[in-house]
């Protein structure tokens, strides 16, 4: 658990000596886990040694595919860890460089263009966080086969950040995911036809 938590700003990354492997908080990569966990299913169920397995479709093992996500601000077009990072490169991006960070730029001829490093950098955090992407594939994936594909995403109003104690933000926030779960009632009864008909 502690490392895929090691949510970067927060935490330092977590270090196994013994693989020699660093790990960090899996939404930097892997916001919406939906497309690892169905390659998983994919890899036991269907490619298995078994021969009674041999050639069955994803379809016929899995019936109801549920991606919850942890909701997205209207105003922020990717995840938080694409608005939190995206920002901090940002700021960097306004910053002057001190004297020294000017030479050593001007000193390799330009050839070192922070400000586009940073467009870049923050371009692929956006890209690295962002969990439409994902429920997009998915959509196209189950579409016109026998999976019911249900993504359930309440949208907020602003950004709540992950550590957030203001408890007036707090009760919006859920306010708003009440309201979600009320417009998407019909979603909600669809999953259970899907669970308590099996």
Known sequence: MRSTSAAPVYFTPFVDKENKKTFIDGGLGNNNPTAIALTEIKQLFCNSSNPNEKGRKLEDVVELVVSIGTGTAASSKGSYWGHYLGGLIREKQNEQPSGLQNLVLNGVSGILDIKRMLET???????????????????????????????????????????????????????????????????INKIAEVITRS
């Open 121 to 187: 950098a923050s371009i692929l955090v956006e890209n690295a966080t962002n969990v439409d992407l994902i429920d997009s594939m998915c959509s196209t994936v189950f579409d016109n086969t026998s999976v019911e594909y249900v993504r359930l995403n309440p949208p907020f109003v602003s950004m709540v950040e992950m550590d957030e104690v203001d408890e007036a933000k707090i009760q919006k926030m859920e306010y708003e995911t009440r309201q979600f779960i009320i417009m998407n009632e019909g979603k």
